[in-house]
């Protein structure tokens, strides 16, 4: 027997009738797992290492106006991302580098740059928004606009995103349907690819699935008026990545790995990316932006489809 709602009254989660707490579930869902047969030239593995240049959008987002946090935001564009980029190149792999709009037109010649060395500029919000804080149509336009930008800065069109801190609103799954996105990067509900599901329905969307427990800032982020304080040391940061890797190895699926050119792009730090890419190296894995992971993986499914049929 479900509880009655009377005007104006809101029931506590533990009072929800059975119906509201199974549409809430249902909204985004994953659907059927996407790993394929096979990876490319025979690999046991895929690597798709990504980076969230937010740079100065983590303070403007919330308003803020503190010329320190600004700068250190400067700081992922200025040092970061150049020494990524450098590591990067030094191992001849391509990574996805996921920017909100903002940051993109703050730093122009930094995603062109980007562009010319084969890597991936993909979506990340507008100003790193929290979409859930948003009615749809501010999101929705919010995200339009910023994939034309991006596209006016790189010349190519996005075919991806990932919600600012990970935040996605009952809309979202809709907005990038609209766009005609081929993948999301944002939620959690697997370690391997899987197709997204909107109230049920396919979307023919490729989900990558992140994780706190694969993001540098988890470990190593900084909040001087908070309580948040690096609290593991890098040594250890690695070996948890590696970990992380020797099992998506050992199981034949995807390694997916989210970094911040402000916090892994520090001295002390840049040598876990380094280190990262020589062991993964070691073994036979193919390394890939997440655009091309979508589409192997979206494409492996469709051949499935048709033996199937």
Request: proline share 6%.
């Given at each position: 027997?479900?509880?009655?709602?009377?005007p104006?009254e809101t029931?506590a989660?533990?009072?929800w009738?059975?119906?509201?707490?199974?549409?809430?579930?249902?909204?985004?869902r994953a659907g059927?797992p996407?790993?394929?047969?096979e990876?490319?030239?025979g690999?046991?593995?895929?690597?798709?290492l990504s980076?969230?240049?937010?740079h100065?959008t983590n303070?403007?987002?919330?308003?803020g106006?503190?010329?320190?946090r600004?700068?250190w935001?400067?700081?992922?564009?200025?040092?970061?991302?150049?020494?990524?980029?450098?590591v990067?190149?030094?191992?001849?792999?391509?990574?996805?580098?996921?920017?909100?709009a903002v940051?993109?037109?703050?730093?122009?010649?930094?995603?062109?740059?980007?562009?010319a060395?084969?890597?991936?500029?993909?979506?990340?919000?507008?100003?790193?928004e929290?979409?859930?804080?948003?009615p749809?149509?501010?999101?929705?336009?919010?995200?339009?606009r910023?994939?034309?930008?991006l596209?006016?800065i790189?010349?190519?069109?996005?075919?991806?995103?990932?919600t600012?801190s990970w935040?996605?609103?009952?809309?979202?799954?809709?907005?990038?349907?609209e766009?005609?996105?081929?993948?999301?990067s944002?939620?959690?509900?697997d370690?391997?690819c899987?197709?997204?599901?909107?109230d049920?329905?396919?979307?023919?969307?490729v989900e990558?699935p992140?994780?706190?427990?694969?993001?540098d800032?988890?470990y190593?982020?900084?909040?001087?008026?908070?309580?948040?304080?690096?609290?593991?040391?890098?040594?250890d940061?690695?070996d948890?990545?590696?970990?992380e890797f020797?099992?998506?190895?050992a199981?034949?699926g995807v390694?997916?790995?989210t970094m911040h050119?402000?916090v892994?792009?520090?001295?002390?730090?840049?040598?876990?990316?380094?280190?990262?890419?020589?062991?993964a190296?070691a073994?036979?894995v193919?390394?890939?932006?997440?655009?091309?992971?979508?589409?192997?993986?979206?494409?492996?499914?469709?051949?499935e489809?048709?033996?199937?049929?």
């Amino acid at each position: 027997m479900s509880a009655a709602l009377n005007p104006g009254e809101t029931l506590a989660p533990w009072q929800w009738p059975e119906e509201e707490w199974r549409r809430l579930t249902a909204q985004v869902r994953a659907g059927r797992p996407l790993r394929p047969a096979e990876w490319p030239n025979g690999a046991r593995c895929a690597v798709a290492l990504s980076f969230d240049s937010d740079h100065e959008t983590n303070e403007l987002r919330d308003g803020g106006r503190s010329i320190s946090r600004l700068s250190w935001g400067e700081y992922g564009a200025r040092v970061g991302v150049p020494r990524i980029a450098a590591v990067l190149a030094r191992h001849d792999v391509r990574a996805s580098f996921f920017v909100p709009a903002v940051a993109a037109l703050l730093h122009e010649d930094e995603q062109r740059g980007l562009v010319a060395a084969g890597h991936e500029i993909a979506l990340h919000g507008w100003i790193h928004e929290l979409n859930a804080a948003l009615p749809y149509e501010a999101e929705r336009d919010l995200l339009f606009r910023a994939v034309d930008t991006l596209e006016r800065i790189t010349c190519i069109r996005p075919v991806g995103m990932r919600t600012p801190s990970w935040d996605f609103s009952p809309h979202t799954l809709r907005i990038a349907v609209e766009l005609g996105l081929r993948y999301d990067s944002s939620l959690m509900a697997d370690e391997d690819c899987y197709e997204l599901l909107l109230d049920g329905a396919l979307t023919g969307i490729v989900e990558i699935p992140v994780e706190w427990i694969r993001d540098d800032a988890a470990y190593l982020l900084m909040n001087r008026f908070g309580g948040q304080r690096p609290y593991t040391p890098p040594a250890d940061v690695f070996d948890i990545f590696r970990r992380e890797f020797d099992g998506a190895y050992a199981d034949g699926g995807v390694f997916q790995l989210t970094m911040h050119p402000h916090v892994i792009g520090a001295r002390s730090r840049i040598w876990i990316l380094d280190e990262l890419i020589r062991h993964a190296a070691a073994h036979d894995v193919w390394f890939a932006t997440h655009a091309e992971l979508a589409a192997h993986v979206g494409a492996a499914a469709m051949v499935e489809n048709l033996e199937q049929a």
